[in-house]
Structures are given as C-alpha cells and as structure tokens.
C-alpha cells in the first residue's frame, strides 16, 4: 500500500524538516509513551541483507516492525508476510520510503538497500527524527559519507553501520593483543580475498525491460540512467562503479576497518593501487584483480584481491593478517590464531659477522573460535536507541573505513601513488583525484542542504 506522496526534491527542506527540528531534542523512542518499551522499526531495502538481519532484528521480543519500502513489490510483499507470521501484524508496505519517515510510530530505519542509495535515505531518516542502522558501505563516496556524519550530527540521531564484526568478541580480543604490543612492531599487514570465477562470473545478458513489480527509475536513483540489465541490479550491483565499489568495498571495508581499528588510525597517508579485469568475461566494470597498498606510519597495508584463482592464502580465501616482529594474528569471522616468530641469523650475516645470539621471542601461540557479532551488533544499536550513546560503529568510525575502499577504488582508477590528507579527507595536490571524492547524482536525488 502506498502512503502519502512526498517528492523527493521537497523532502528535508520543507514541513518536515521543520518537524524534524524539534524532535532533535528528544529521543524518538522516548516520544510516544508505550514506545519506551517497544522500539518501532522500518526497512529500507528488504532485499538479501535486509532479510538477513531481520533474523536478528525479528526476534527480539521488543522490536515491532511497522514498515517495509522496497522498490521492488515482491521483495516487499515476501518481507512483510514473513514479518505478519513472526510478529503477528502486518506492516506498511510501499515502493517509496518518503511516507515512512513520516510515521509518528517509527523511531528508526534499516537501511540494506545498495550502496548508492545508503546516504540518502539514512540523511532523510535522522532529519525525520529517526535512528539509522545503515549497511556498510557507508555511502557510494566519500562526500557521500561526509554528509552523512554531518546529519548525525545535526540532528543527535543514531546512525550505526553494519560493520558487525566490531561488536564479536573475538575481533575485539584480537585488536586488543595487536594494540598491546605483544606481536611487537606490527609493520605489514595484509587483507585479502581470493575466490575463482573465472571465466563465465555473472555472465552476459543483453540490456532489457526491467520487471513491472518493479520502479527501476527508482531502484537507479541518484546514479546515472541506464538500461535495465539483470548484472547490473539485485545482488550483482556490487560489480559495477555506478552503483558501488566491487570485491574492494564489498568485502574489503569489513576487513580494512578491523586494520583502521586496530591501528587506532583515520586513514592511511598515501595509496597506490594496480589491477584490471583480466579473468572474468562478464560485464563488470570493477576490477577481478586487485592490489591496493596503503601506507601508515611505520606500517604498510596490502589488500590484496583476485577473482581468478582461489588458492587460498594461509589457508583461507579471505582474511587479516597482522605481522609483528615478534609474531603474527590472523583473523576473520571463524576465529584467530597468534602465531609466534622467531629470529634467524641469515648466512651472508653468520660469515660477515660471526655468531651472536638469537634474540628469544617470549610471545605464546593463543587461538580463540571465532563468535558470530550480529546479535550484539544489533543490540547495541537498539541499547544506543535508548542511551543516546554512540554506537560500536558509528558513521563516523564506518566512514572512514570505507574511506580506504573509495581511495583504493580511485587509486586503481588512476593508475598513481596518491598522497591521502587524513585530516581533511582530501588529496594533497591531486584535483583530479580530489574530484572522485564525490559525484554529481542524478537530478532529483539531490542530498538535502545540510547547512
Ligand atoms: N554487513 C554485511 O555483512 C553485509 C552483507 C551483505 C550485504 N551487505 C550490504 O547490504 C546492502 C544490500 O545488499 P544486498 O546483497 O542485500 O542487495 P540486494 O539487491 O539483495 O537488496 C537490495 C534491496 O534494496 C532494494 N532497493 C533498491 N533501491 C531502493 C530504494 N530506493 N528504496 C527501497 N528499496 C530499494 C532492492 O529492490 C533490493 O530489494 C549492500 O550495501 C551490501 O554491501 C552487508
């Protein structure tokens, strides 16, 4: 059922902004009474994630579901018979979010739509007066981003990012042995995702109508008009710049957020990158071969990616892996092992210089399981709902993680080493990297003036 009409153009600048202006100052979920116990919620883009975390979301006993916006009808429709089956009700359902965010019995969103449509809703949702729990990446770019956090900001919202795995506690351990100095001098770090689809991937399928339970023009939004294509829609429009930001952003944002996060560090200082699309046949326009080189202070970061062959690194096809002087941490969802070193007097050395003694390396071999972070993750955001506290993974943190997928992303583009100003998220000296920071969305998909 569709709700109102709002265009999106009047949206933030008009009745409702001036609503929202005084919700700031108080918590939505603390408005409307009863609603100090339930906690109402809504989701944008119920399309694969959307429905994974509403394995998490539909469970808990105080969450009440009351809305789904989905452009596409039968991922609406599916969503909400499975929310009437869990929770006995049936929510709203509609095609544009707009009426949604209108509600009084809302006091957030979930944002799973693509990653082009992240910043736009979740901007729109906090100057609603709603709480956003946005899927990672953060935006389509980095300006994307930016004008995220200053919504957040503006308007004190909850604006938490689904980059789970900060809230499991084996990841948490594994930061805190890397920060503690145990692996001694952490120099070089790598990330990596290897898989073989070589040479089919997507496939090839020609240009067509897009489905009538369909609105493509909105499902394209802010990004260019283009023919309706299968490659480039649910799912598959990870492998395409218009919509996204390929393996690197998909993938590599959870891992390089662990690195950031560890390192205690806003980004790196310089990036270079290089790579193509060599093994896969398909449509894509985002590279299956990848190499991204980030430097930080006294530490060099490799994400390294490759869609052609699937030998596994260290046993596994994707992970983190921590090199200190005295030892290594490799990590990723299923646990982390510590893995001592131990030093070795080369023979060029053993014959220029004699023999010395070996420096002995007191570190242990530690492994833990590895605990699925979502539940948590999920809890927070609702416990930060009520608290107003910043969640484990505010917009900011989450920005600039996917920051280092943007700038390996224009790095590649570019074919140079880019010099990376961490403090004003720009590019020293570099205007023509410094224009991909952001683009220009198609008219009518404008973010709203935030000044
Ligand atoms: N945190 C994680 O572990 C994790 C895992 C998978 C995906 N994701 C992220 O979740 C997002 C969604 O990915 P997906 O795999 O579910 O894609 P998907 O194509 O399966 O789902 C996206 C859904 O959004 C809908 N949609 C598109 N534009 C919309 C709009 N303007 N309004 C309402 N609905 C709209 C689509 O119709 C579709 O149902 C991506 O950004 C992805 O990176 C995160």
Request: hydrophobic content about 40%; some cysteine; charged content about 25%.
């Amino acid at each position: 059922m569709e709700g109102p009409k709002v265009t999106r153009r009047s949206f933030g600048e008009g009745a409702l902004a001036a609503s929202a202006a005084t919700a700031f100052a108080m918590p939505a979920i603390a408005r409307g009474g009863s609603a100090a116990e339930r906690v109402r919620l809504g989701i944008i883009g119920a399309g694969s994630r959307g429905n994974q975390l509403l394995d998490t979301f539909l469970p808990i006993e105080e969450v009440d579901l009351v809305a789904v916006a989905d452009v596409d009808d039968h991922h609406a429709g599916k969503t909400a018979e499975r929310v009437q089956k869990t929770k006995g009700h049936m929510p709203w359902t509609g095609r544009d979010y707009l009426p949604m965010l209108e509600r009084k019995d809302l006091d957030g969103v979930i944002i799973a739509t693509p990653d082009h449509w992240h910043a736009l809703p979740a901007i729109q949702a906090v100057l609603a007066g709603k709480d956003v729990y946005v899927e990672k990446p953060v935006g389509h770019n980095v300006a994307e981003g930016q004008a995220m956090i200053k919504a957040a900001r503006k308007t004190q919202r909850i604006m938490a990012v689904g980059t789970q795995q900060r809230s499991s506690s084996h990841f948490q351990k594994a930061v805190e042995i890397v920060r503690s100095g145990k692996l001694g001098k952490v120099f070089w770090i790598q990330t990596w995702n290897y898989e073989n689809i070589s040479p089919v991937g997507m496939g090839t399928y020609p240009d067509g109508e897009a489905p009538s339970h369909v609105d493509y023009d909105r499902w394209l939004g802010p990004a260019p008009s283009k023919a309706f294509n299968p490659n480039r829609f649910h799912l598959l429009f990870r492998w395409f710049f218009d919509y996204a930001g390929g393996m690197m952003s998909d993938w590599g944002v959870h891992l390089n957020d662990i690195v950031l996060w560890a390192l205690d560090a806003k980004g790196p200082n310089s990036i270079y990158a290089a790579g193509g699309i060599r093994t896969t046949d398909d449509n894509r326009d985002t590279p299956d071969t990848l190499q991204v080189i980030y430097e930080f202070p006294g530490c060099t970061l490799t994400y390294s990616m490759r869609k052609g062959n699937g030998l596994k690194f260290n046993g596994h096809d994707y992970r983190i892996l921590f090199c200190g002087t005295d030892g290594s941490l490799m990590l990723d969802r299923s646990g982390f092992e510590v893995i001592p070193d131990h030093v070795v007097l080369p023979y060029g050395i053993k014959l220029v210089h004699g023999k010395r003694d070996l420096r002995k390396i007191e570190l242990k071999p530690e492994s833990e399981k590895g605990v699925d972070g979502q539940p948590a993750h999920v809890a927070n955001f609702l416990e930060c709902m009520k608290t107003r506290a910043r969640p484990t993974c505010d917009i900011e943190i989450a920005h600039r993680s996917t920051n280092t997928c943007h700038l390996g992303n224009i790095a590649y583009k570019l074919g140079r080493k880019l010099e990376w100003d961490v403090a004003t998220e720009t590019f020293k000296n570099d205007s023509e990297a410094n224009a991909l920071l952001s683009r220009e969305p198609r008219k009518g998909f404008e973010l709203p003036n935030l000044a």
